[in-house]
């Protein structure tokens, strides 16, 4: 029996009303649906929205900086990573916009997949859905007279109803960065949990990171046991179930699921207690094969054309914005710095804060704090009035300031962002040998008023609280934080396509994942590896920053250390801790085999 053959006659078995189908945007691209691709539609976002060479630029960072997604199908290859739509979306200033890139879905025709599905509806299945259309439903419609029953077919990110606003849609990173709310997150995992022992997904890639994959990852150990997951990944190759790679590298460092190039939801469905399969192969082969087994019609090959054409009129004006809103989006300091010398018609807030962030990366902490108190009072002002003083290595005046600003608030959005800060400048202190006594002192106390991390309040805040929150808790040598605590926000900034966010986190992650036995030579690869992203996103102190990395003295020379403190407007006392501590490391590094 062949792969295709025992793969249908497993998922058959019990019939239609024991599988629950869960579908991606996959499923419309055959005529008459004609739907674009993921990809399809990232490049028409860009098209319509973003100054010309946008998304070429993008890419090329991406590729610089050596971020590539490798595939479930050993047949194709590792490729570039691709920037997130919501993100792109998200940089609108226009929501209207998003309705116009999406367009062709709202008034979209059911082509024979869809058929297929409606079909498994009115058999008494359930189904699960990434996309915005209504194919399924209007071919249910068409065939059998009514629509599906209620809550037969769940659109977890929405759907463009009758009269529907697009910006319920779950297409921009504001929209699923906070998760989904309890009633959208009860939804999914009731069907998950309800009565079909198979779950066959087809046509989705599984990047739904941010709500999806954190509703699977809550759900109990146990609570998926006796369901076995079908997960097929549409191929041109002959069937065959795939074999885990090694996962693709980012940064220089394993990123990703511990499954390899595998989705990461799949390891959570696993952890949960199903059973996970891929397949590989022509989707709707196996779908026909189904449909003999259930008789349904049968689902011929895909009639494959080209989307049909959006026209969207955007001038050159929203185009400057939106391109220097992305750019700040996803971190491309360089493109910040080159438009904001064109003047984009942007909030004045916006504005500021890009200013802010290029003093911050050219290193000019001093001249930032000065030009901070020049600005009208705000909640940011007082932020990085003591985030400054923190990273200057003015730790004691940073505390106070931060300390006393704290207990000054009332609002508990101004108290989570100046706790966070505050967090960091503790967890600086753990890290000098001057302060070092201090700082785990404080770091036990701060448990009675550091905010606890929530989802809801957006993705930076709460993945940086979550990370200084888990860092305070380790705060002895005998408990030292897993690279793993590191690695998860990483992987969050990652998602979002935030490449500059992600670059700090692989800071992190090669202070947290340090051994004293690692040798020297791998330290400066990894070392001198970082500081070279940090050239290609335009931050001289983060590519500075790699001299406060443990043993960086038996990395970099003593030259490159005066240099480096040089370059960035470090407080005086920090530069002698830094330049001792290079001292110190290379008089170890002849002294100790």
Known sequence: MSVLEEAVATMAEAGPADALFWTGAGISRGAPSCLPTGWQLTERAFAALFRPFTLDTVLAYHEL??????????????????????TALGAQQTPDLVGEILADVRGARPNPVHEFLAAHLHAGGHQLTANFDLCVERAHVERHGRSPLPGQIHHFHNAFSDGADPARLGATLARIERGFDDTDRAALVDRLRGPARRIVIVGYSGSDFFDVDVAVADLAPGALDGRTVHWVNHSSCAWHRPTPRPSTAVFGVEHGNRDGTLPALAGHLRRAGATVEFLCGPTTELLDGLATRWGFDRVP??????????????????????????????????????????EPDVPAEELILARSDLMWEEGRYADLRHWWRQQPRS??????????????????????????????????????????????????????????????????????????????????????????????????????????????????????????????????????????????????????????????????????????????????????????CAAVQFGAWHRVRLLGRVLLDRVRSRTRP
Request: proline share 6%.
């Open 379 to 564: 909640l940011r002002r007082t932020e990085r009035i003591g985030a400054t003083l923190w990273v200057q290595g003015r730790l004691l005046p940073a505390y106070a300031w931060l300390t006393w600003q704290r207990r000054r608030v009332s609002d508990e959005t101004e108290l989570r962002v100046i706790a966070e800060t505050e967090a960091r400048v503790i967890e600086h202190m753990r890290l000098v040998p001057d302060l070092r006594w201090l700082g785990r002192h404080l770091g036990r106390r701060a448990a009675r008023w550091l905010p606890e991390p929530r989802q809801r309040d957006g993705l930076h805040e709460f993945r940086r609280l979550a990370d200084v929150s888990t860092s305070l808790r380790h705060a002895t040598p005998a408990t030292s934080r897993p690279e793993s605590e590191a690695a998860e926000t990483q992987e969050w900034f990652l998602e979002a396509g935030n490449v500059h966010a992600a670059l700090s986190y692989q800071h992190r992650r090669l202070r947290d994942n340090h051994r004293v036995t690692t040798p020297v030579a791998e330290l400066g690869r990894l070392y001198r590896a970082q500081q070279r992203r940090a050239e290609i996103l335009g931050s001289t102190a983060a590519s500075w920053r790699v001299l406060l990395l443990p043993r960086a003295g038996q990395v970099f020379t003593l030259r490159e250390a005066v240099v480096g």
């Open 65 to 86: 900086l050596g971020w590539r997604r490798g595939s479930i199908c050993p047949a194709e290859p590792a490729r570039t990573r691709l920037p997130r739509l919501e």
């Open 301 to 342: 090959a895909p009639d494959l054309r080209p989307p049909r054409a959006v026209s969207i009129d955007v001038d050159d004006r929203r185009r400057l914005a939106a391109t220097f809103l992305y750019f700040r989006a996803v971190g491309l300091v360089p493109e910040v710095r080159r438009l904001l010398a064109e």
